[in-house]
């Protein structure tokens, strides 16, 4: 309405020579996509009455000039109404979509129970783009008669065939959990998951396709984690005095599906006391960059710190995970922490991994 009326002053205080039909004509087109059908419709008839007001004031109405600016503003009017139902009807879709998608992501990555097998836990997916609900980051978590077995992976590629090997990779870890009495076992099972998918699939993704992953196990009579890291950053185990470690590997390992065959795999056996909180994460957090190229540390950044709970933890992350790039993250973010409770003081305990089938202290 601001720039019809002042188009009216406009017209008003200039000489007859100059007009002030562009100025009517757009506002209808600036008020389409930004308001509604009703407001558009309302700009859009109040533009042609001050058209046709201005041309009765100038005693012009009916010559050829006259016509020729009132009927512009008519056509840009009608317009206008077309290009808010395109606009409203393009954002109803959007938004389903976005319905659709998060739905999508539920179904394959339920969010876990905040307390599972008498360990605190929470999880968090956040998408690079903010339209996007789902990708290539997966995690699980499940109570079974071996204890809670956990996994955090990443899926090379994106859209829906990285979202189809996500599926693949937790449908075939919650039954493996379950079934397999080892954590190895566990991890040869995915293996052999997404053999079958590879093969399934033609042309250069069925050869170059693979998933980093962390398998995870945490033994309810024993106060530790075990751990099959196959590629994947490697988790940290955060102590109830500020103290952390890094649970690095005995050995490095192939990612999974990497098609090279069966793997060794060993899984290596870290302290958890309690108190502690075990925290995973995908690369899009160890490989966030500032606008340096300065890699996010989640080590250093959280070494000394204190946090309430597990969900507590993950929100400190993501976000000094926006700050440290400044909001201009380029890949997905999947982080999965389970803290075991703290019974009195808490035992921190630190020592070299163990692998199991080694002698260790």
Do not use: C
């Not at 999880?123 to 809670?148: K, N």
Request: avoid cysteine; glycine fraction near 12%.
């Amino acid at each position: 309405m601001m720039m019809i009326i002042g188009g009216v002053v406009f017209d008003l205080a200039t000489p007859a020579g100059f007009t002030a039909s562009p100025l009517l004509a757009a506002a209808p087109l600036i008020a389409a996509p930004f308001f509604s059908l009703l407001n558009t419709v309302l700009t859009g008839v109040a533009a042609i009455a001050a058209a046709v007001g201005l041309e009765l004031y100038n005693r012009t109405l009916g010559n050829v000039t006259s016509s020729t600016e009132v009927g512009t503003v008519v056509t840009v009017a009608g317009l206008a109404v077309l290009i808010n139902r395109v606009v409203r009807l393009g954002g109803e879709r959007l938004a389903s979509a976005r319905v659709i998608a998060e739905t999508a992501q539920r179904a394959v990555l339920p969010t876990p129970a905040d307390r599972i097998g008498g360990l605190q836990v929470a999880a968090r997916y956040e998408a690079a783009q903010a339209d996007a609900f789902i990708g290539g980051d997966l995690f699980a978590v499940q109570d079974t008669p071996y204890g809670v077995r956990l996994i955090v992976g990443d899926v090379r590629g994106k859209g829906m065939e990285a979202v189809e090997s996500v599926a693949i990779v937790i449908g075939a870890f919650r039954e493996a959990a379950e079934q397999e009495s080892s954590l190895e076992g566990v991890a040869g099972r995915l293996e052999r998951a997404l053999a079958r998918e590879g093969e399934r699939r033609a042309g250069l993704e069925s050869v170059e396709g693979f998933t980093t992953a962390v398998l995870g196990e945490i033994p309810r009579a024993r106060s530790v984690v075990r751990l099959v890291n196959r590629g994947h950053p490697e988790p940290l185990v955060l102590y109830a005095d500020g103290g952390l470690d890094s649970l690095r590997p005995a050995k490095a390992a192939l990612p999974l599906g990497m098609g090279l065959g069966e793997w060794p795999d060993r899984a290596g056996e870290y302290p958890l006391p309690a108190g502690a909180t075990l925290l995973l994460y995908t690369d899009g957090v160890s490989e966030a960059r500032d606008r340096r190229g300065v890699f996010y540390d989640p080590g250093e950044r959280l070494a000394g710190r204190l946090f309430p709970g597990p969900e507590e933890l993950l929100d400190a992350i993501v976000d000094d995970v926006r700050r440290h790039t400044g909001g201009g993250s380029t890949d997905d973010m999947a982080l999965l922490a389970v803290s075991r409770p703290a019974e009195g003081q808490p035992d921190r305990r630190r020592t070299v991994p163990v692998v199991k089938g080694e002698e260790s202290e």
